[in-house]
């Protein structure tokens, strides 16, 4: 069974502004998808669909086996098993940071869950570790560089020990330096079992991260899934779905013109080794 299911899904906004127009489409366990589009097609839209922050005008979704809709979402069992098994990275850091620390910002998550004070300290204390960012803890997350706050915004979303992440535009406004941090980042956390869905215009990601990606077209339908390396290499479509301009699609001999070359000489937090099993997928 497929944790996420839609059917014929569409949506406006306002009732006039579509966003997506009739989507089709399975994610199952493990997988770590990416959904690739140019601005305004409705990738966004997607990851909210998915995270029950909005419903369908028209069509279904299914997660976890369940309609996913408003009257379930109200039911305080499916809503507490559902918060904690899906979590959302907004693109933008600010809109999710809203605790006096950084300690208190991880922290606040499983203490919804109801777990014990000191399995929670112990739970953020190694995540503070584990992303590197212990010196942070007593700092305001509002005082922090951009870099940081997303660091803190995906440490607590993990502090949740979700089974499903959703990463609107992870790269977005990071330097180089944090965008490779989150690249390889990522990786090890599909790695671990976690089951990845990424919104991004990033071309250069896409071949590291992504198990499967979906193309979302200027006209909110899913234009084509595949492989990433048979996307990536289908200029035509990359073209057409205004991922690419004329001048590299000219340049059609270079392989991938957008793909990182860089590569990562630094320790990245080992999820899939890691002796404490609350930090794996699935517990």
């Known amino acids: 069974m497929p944790i996420f299911r839609l059917s014929d899904v569409k949506y406006s906004?306002?009732?006039?502004f579509t966003a997506l127009d009739g989507v089709n489409?399975?994610?199952?366990a493990g997988e770590s998808v990416v959904f690739l589009g140019a601005n305004?097609?409705?990738?966004?839209?997607?990851?909210?669909?998915?995270?029950?922050?909005?419903f369908p005008a028209s069509g279904e979704i299914r997660a976890f086996g369940e309609v996913l809709n408003e009257p379930l979402l109200e039911k305080n069992e499916f809503r507490r098993f559902f918060r904690?098994?899906?979590?959302?990275?907004?693109?933008?850091?600010?809109?999710q940071l809203f605790c006096p620390t950084v300690f208190e910002e991880l922290a606040f998550g499983p203490l919804q869950l109801d777990l014990p004070e000191p399995e929670v300290r112990d739970r953020v204390e190694e995540l503070l570790r584990m992303l590197g960012i212990e010196h942070l803890a007593d700092r305001s997350p509002l005082h922090l560089s951009g870099g940081e706050k997303k660091r803190v915004a995906i440490a607590s979303v993990l502090a949740m020990n979700p089974e499903v992440l959703l990463l609107d535009e992870p790269t977005n406004?990071?330097?180089?330096?944090?965008?490779?941090?989150l690249v390889d980042l990522v990786t090890e956390l599909s790695r671990a079992g976690k089951t990845i869905i990424t919104a991004t215009h990033d071309l250069s990601m896409v071949d590291e991260i992504a198990t499967r990606v979906v193309v979302i077209s200027e006209d909110h339908r899913i234009a084509v899934e595949g492989a990433p390396q048979v996307i990536l290499a289908d200029l035509d479509l990359l073209l057409q779905a205004n991922l690419i301009s004329e001048r590299p699609y000219a340049h059609a001999h270079l392989h991938y013109p957008w793909h990182r070359h860089e590569h990562s000489h630094g320790k990245t937090p080992a999820f899939h080794d890691h002796p404490h099993s609350e930090l794996k997928s699935g517990q």
């Open 84 to 95: 904690s098994r899906v979590g959302f990275i907004f693109q933008h850091s600010d809109i």
């Open 40 to 54: 305004g097609c409705g990738k966004s839209t997607m990851l909210k669909l998915l995270n029950g922050l909005i």
């Open 25 to 28: 489409l399975e994610i199952h």
């Open 173 to 181: 406004g990071l330097d180089p330096r944090t965008q490779r941090w």
């Open 13 to 16: 906004y306002l009732k006039r």
